[in-house]
């Protein structure tokens, strides 16, 4: 049995594929199954992942019409035959001893899942930077969600980390299959950590993370209701669990709130108002789970005007703040 399968869903990468299967192939780690699954490209990454598939027995190459992300991940899943599960974003880089250091940690503590910190990665201009989202989550110890729910708060990075094989399977755990869709990460992440029992962050950064890729979901502001499409399944899998529910809902309702007001601000002004209506209509539907921490927070104000006068809160929240948090992207991404 191999220790790590790693699911690697290719569509249209030919730009980076190179460079990410080299990544993978040199990884400290041997005992790997590397699943690759073309799914429906148009450019040369199927004839890619052939060629590699010659060179290295260990990778398994699966071709199919395009079904989106999702359903691409998960007939990885089914397929796999590793003890731990790894995802990996063929635009990526990985460090040489991710694996080996994360399986490590995993046997060695028993882990349910186990992450790593990342690089944020500009190849023009050559440039990295540590991620801090899950440094200031990480900890030397292994510990359960439920006793930090500030893990809910950070970067899904589905492809920083491991998982064992058993518990996806034991709690049924699979990514939405929405054809077309971005961000199917963030259902997976939510149920992943809201259900595992024994969890490990590292701070070193073993990854680095494209931020420069035209293609990448963040950089796509047509696909306005993709968010709202994980939340509706975050939402269904929290009412189907009553118990973690009563720990989880409102963090996640923080999070809904933070993600669709992220999403309001990157689309293009013709569109705001159509997901104006979406987010306000959302949250009318919450208010009666709406407690008082909620606005420990979310400020009170702003979210009163969300649900009492959407019009007002487009021009007074959204584009209001809407330059600052441009301005602040601008300095980060210098």
């Known amino acids: 049995m191999p220790k790590i399968s790693i699911i690697i869903p290719v569509y249209n990468a030919e730009k980076y594929l190179t460079e990410a299967l080299d990544s993978v192939i040199a990884q400290s780690l041997q005992e790997l199954e590397i699943i690759c699954i073309n799914d429906g490209s148009k450019d040369n990454s199927l004839k890619i992942l052939q060629d590699y598939s010659l060179k290295d027995s260990r990778i398994k190459l699966f071709d199919k019409p395009n079904s989106g992300y999702g359903a691409t991940v998960n007939l990885g899943i089914e397929n796999a ?39 944020n990665y500009w190849a023009k201009k050559n440039k990295i930077k540590r991620s801090g989202l899950v440094a200031r989550t990480a900890r030397e110890e292994v510990f359960n969600p439920k006793d930090n729910l500030l893990m809910l708060t950070n970067h899904a990075s589905v492809w920083a980390g491991i998982y064992k094989k058993s518990f996806l399977d034991k709690n049924n755990i699979r990514f939405l299959e ?60 929290l009412n189907n669990n009553p118990d973690l529910k009563k720990l989880y809902n409102t963090q996640k309702l923080v999070n809904q709130y933070r993600a669709y007001l992220w999403n309001i601000r990157r689309l293009d002004k013709s569109l705001q108002k159509e997901f104006l209506k979406k987010f306000s209509e959302t949250f009318k539907n919450f208010e009666n789970e709406i407690k008082e921490n909620f606005f420990d927070s979310i400020n009170k104000s702003d979210y009163n005007m969300l649900i009492k006068n959407p019009d007002e809160y487009l021009y007074k929240v959204v584009r209001r703040d809407l330059f600052g948090w441009l301005k602040s992207r601008f300095r980060k991404n210098k």
């Open 81 to 119: 035959r590793g003890e731990f599960i790894a995802i990996f974003e063929p635009d990526d880089i990985l460090d040489k001893k991710i694996y080996e250091i994360l399986y490590k940690e995993a046997v060695e503590n028993d882990l349910d899942v186990v992450k790593c910190n990342f690089y």
């Open 178 to 237: 929405t054809p077309g869709a971005s961000y199917q990460d963030m259902s997976f992440n939510f149920k992943v950590i809201t259900s595992c029992q024994k969890i490990k962050l590292i701070n070193k950064p073993l990854l680095y993370y494209r931020q420069d890729n035209p293609s990448s979901s963040v950089n796509n502001p047509q696909k306005i209701y993709c968010v709202c499409d994980e939340y509706e399944e975050i939402t269904k899998f």
